[in-house]
């Protein structure tokens, strides 16, 4: 599913150079659940924003699906992402003028479907994220364990190949953490792809691997 070889990303302004990413290869294949930690700085989110095509590497080859996608500009990379891409965001990400039922139609709402579909794909997946009884309320009315599992749903209500996560739990207490991760695992038990940055050597174990990442470099990668 992902094959990405000597991927690296240097930031640069008129004074500095930085390397996020020195000469990265990584193999994902599909149904894995593939854990990404690292300390802060080390190049986690870099890494992650370009398999998720919100970014492009300085160099290298990234093959998704079959496609070499690594000089893609930002438009195809846009449509690339359609329905084939899921995010889950430590910060939840969610849109507050809209209400719950209306965050997680806006990818299907991207993606044209007539209303009366979007209405069955939405309402199937927050009945199974057991949020129907939220639908009408706001981001700011729900606890973050709601909201993540808002942001959850608004990430799969497309049914995915790949889901990249930035530290799905990082905002939440054990409990609604806990949930999170089961919620994960249980589609990735489904057949969906998962890929997750997180601090937490607890999340990690949910992983099939675990590939740690020091100073923008790849320095192991432990099966579970």
Do not use: W
Request: hydrophobic share 40%.
């Amino acid at each position: 599913m992902i094959q990405i070889e000597n991927i690296s990303k240097v930031f640069r302004t008129s004074e500095v150079e930085t390397v996020a990413l020195n000469h990265v290869n990584l193999e994902v294949k599909e149904g894995e659940f593939v854990a990404i930690m690292g300390p802060s700085g080390c190049g986690k989110s870099t890494l992650l924003n370009i398999l998720g095509l919100l970014d492009n590497p300085t160099e290298g080859s990234y093959q998704l699906m079959g496609q070499e996608v690594a000089g893609l500009k930002e438009k195809e990379r846009t449509h690339m992402r359609k329905g084939k891409l899921g995010f889950v965001f430590q910060s939840f990400n969610l849109i507050d003028e809209l209400n719950v039922y209306e965050n997680v139609e806006l990818p299907l709402t991207y993606l044209g479907l007539k209303s009366s579909e979007r209405r069955r794909m939405v309402e199937d997946i927050l009945k199974r994220m057991n949020i129907s009884h939220r639908a009408k309320h706001f981001p700011q009315q729900l606890s973050g364990g709601q909201q993540q599992r808002v942001a959850i749903a608004r990430a799969v209500v497309t049914n995915p190949k790949l889901i990249l996560a930035d530290e799905p739990t990082g905002n939440l207490d054990s409990k609604n953490g806990a949930e999170v991760m089961n919620l994960l695992t249980e589609l990735n038990k489904e057949g969906t792809t998962i890929i997750m940055v997180t601090h937490s050597q607890h999340d990690a174990s949910f992983a099939h691997r675990t590939v740690h990442l020091f100073d923008g470099s790849i320095v192991a990668s432990v099966t579970a």
